[in-house]
């Protein structure tokens, strides 16, 4: 089993930045795939980025591609995703997933989330 917390949602205006946190218990976090979701009210929850075991290879959604930089330190057991020139079609709840694999955006272990919210 792995847990998973994640932290640094809050406000922000346009154009600012946020740095999401996940912080993982349970298992070494190394030997999952780990990935950020969003869902903004009323729409279905969507990819936004995902990171293999080592972090050497990294996807974005083409929404977040530029803007987005997703990270992890396994000796921390954490995941990160560094936020910048935020939008308010950003606004969401964000959440952290890992998996041993990750196939076809599928993932076994969720976070609660954590609410961004990007006022104009």
């Known amino acids: 089993q792995v847990q998973l917390v994640e932290s640094g949602g809050g406000l922000v205006q346009a154009g600012g930045s946020l740095r999401l946190s996940c912080a993982a218990s349970?298992?070494?976090?190394?030997?999952?795939?780990a990935a950020w979701f969003r869902q903004a009210p009323g729409k279905e929850r969507e990819f936004v980025a995902r990171?293999?075991?080592?972090?050497?290879?990294?996807a974005y959604a083409d929404s977040v591609k530029g803007r987005f930089t997703v990270s992890r330190d396994n000796a921390k057991n954490t995941v990160c995703l560094q936020m910048n020139s935020l939008t308010p079609e950003d606004t969401a709840v964000y959440y952290c997933?890992?998996?041993?694999?990750?196939?076809?955006?599928?993932?076994?272990?969720w976070g609660q989330g954590t609410q961004v919210t990007v006022s104009s």
């Open positions: 349970g298992r070494t976090l190394s030997s999952y795939v």
């Open positions: 990171i293999s075991y080592s972090g050497g290879a990294t």
């Open positions: 997933a890992a998996d041993r694999w990750g196939l076809n955006n599928q993932y076994e272990y």
